[in-house]
Structure formats: structure tokens, C-alpha cells
T-cell receptor
Framework: GDSVTQMEGPVTLSEEAFLTINCTYTATGYPSLFWYVQYPGEGLQLLLKATKADDKGSNKGFEATYRKETTSFHLEKGSVQVSDSAVYFCALSDSDNFNKFYFGSGTKLNVKP | EAQVTQNPRYLITVTGKKLTVTCSQNMNHEYMSWYRQDPGLGLRQIYYSMNVEVTDKGDVPEGYKVSRKEKRNFPLILESPSPNQTSLYFC????????????FGDGTRLSIL
């Protein structure tokens, strides 16, 4: 079945450092890919998405490119801030059934001043 | 304000005592879904609903029931809770299906003793 694998955390960075969180997926068709973010004590919020190969999703300085050849959707940001500290989830929706949704295990990011 | 509201936010109960977690959205969304979040496993989909009276199983439906009698409400029912259902539960909704941005509630933390 479909699945999402994320790099384990926590990831600890200093402010203004470059961020990469790796995400790879397994899917039979052509899924849509997402990054959701969860701030402490809150529900998840959509950060960005990409619906087809080579699409780049971007939002709030974060970017991720849908790479079908490597089945990856890595999250990047050029300069992180303390306010970016959160848990980041990579996810996919099944192209055969857009009602089914799969999350990775989440990566906690700590940004220190 | 557009929101997904879950109740209760916290509940401690005992094995076998039936409980219901309510979920309500005010955005006229067709799609609603329940997830459980466990350490190291991320979020896993329990059940989803495409519209009134239309529901289907996600990845981990065992031990849960749902109903969708009205568009705005999607309660999660644990008929005979067991300790392995101790978890953090999230309800989410989107316009038509999970491929669109999902709006999440703030979560319900259940402890089954």
C-alpha cells in the first residue's frame, strides 16, 4: 500500500540556518504530495502541496519539489526562524482514491536563537 | 470564523465504557476524516466521509464507528474502548476530498485505563 517515510528528528538548528527535511513516498499511481505543520498544542495546518511531477510547492519561505524519479518531496527553507519550531509532516493522497490520506511519522524542528 | 470543533479536548475513562468524540465544522465541507496520532507513527486515518450518509474505512478502523447524519457533524464512537486506543485524535474537513487543504481541529486526547 501507499506510505510516506520521513527523516527522524528532532532536528535542531540555529536561527538563519538552512533547513532540509527529507521525505520519500511509496505509491502505486500518481499521488498528490503535501507538507503539513503542527505548532505546539494545535492541530495541523497545510504548509504547501504539489499535485504532479516536477511541481514545486512554496509558502512562507518553504519549498518542496515533487520528484517522481526519486519518489521524493523534500522540504527546504533557506533561513529558519525561531517561529518555525514545530513538527512537520509529509503526506500523500492516493491517486486512485483521493479520500484516503497517508502521513509520515513527523519531524520535530527546534530552532535556537 | 471557519473552524473544526472537537469535544471533549481531554478525556480519561475506563476500558469498556462507550464514548463519543464529537466533531463539527462550519464551512459546509463535504469531506470529513478522523485520524489518530501516536508517537513515531504520525497520523493514521481511521474513517472518512465523502458526504452525508457516505462513510468508509481508513487505515486503522478497528474498534471505531462513525456516522454522518448531517453535513456539519462527524462523531467518532468507541463502543468498547481499550487501552490501545489511548491516543491523540484529530478531526479534519475539506471541501470535497483529502486532495484539497484539510482543516484540522485542535485534537482530543483520550486515555483509556
Amino acid at each position: 500500500g501507499d506510505s510516506v517515510t520521513q527523516m527522524e528528528g528532532p532536528v535542531t538548528l540555529s536561527e538563519e540556518a538552512f533547513l532540509t527535511i527529507n521525505c520519500t513516498y511509496t505509491a502505486t499511481g500518481y499521488p498528490s504530495l503535501f507538507w503539513y505543520v503542527q505548532y505546539p498544542g494545535e492541530g495541523l495546518q497545510l504548509l504547501l502541496k504539489a499535485t504532479k511531477a516536477d511541481d514545486k510547492g512554496s509558502n512562507k519561505g518553504f519549498e518542496a519539489t515533487y520528484r517522481k524519479e526519486t519518489t521524493s518531496f523534500h522540504l527546504e527553507k533557506g533561513s529558519v526562524q525561531v517561529s518555525d519550531s514545530a513538527v512537520y509532516f509529509c503526506a500523500l493522497s492516493d491517486s486512485d482514491n483521493f479520500n484516503k490520506f497517508y502521513f509520515g511519522s513527523g519531524t520535530k524542528l527546534n530552532v535556537k536563537p | 470564523e471557519a473552524q473544526v470543533t472537537q469535544n471533549p479536548r481531554y478525556l480519561i475513562t475506563v476500558t469498556g465504557k462507550k464514548l463519543t468524540v464529537t466533531c463539527s465544522q462550519n464551512m459546509n465541507h463535504e469531506y470529513m476524516s478522523w485520524y489518530r496520532q501516536d508517537p513515531g507513527l504520525g497520523l493514521r486515518q481511521i474513517y472518512y466521509s465523502m458526504n452525508v450518509e457516505v462513510t468508509d474505512k481508513g487505515d486503522v478502523p478497528e474498534g471505531y464507528k462513525v456516522s454522518r447524519k448531517e453535513k456539519r457533524n462527524f462523531p467518532l464512537i468507541l463502543e468498547s474502548p481499550s487501552p490501545n486506543q489511548t491516543s491523540l485524535y484529530f478531526c479534519a474537513s475539506s471541501l470535497h476530498h483529502s486532495n484539497q487543504p484539510q482543516h484540522f481541529g485542535d485534537g482530543t486526547r483520550l486515555s483509556i485505563l
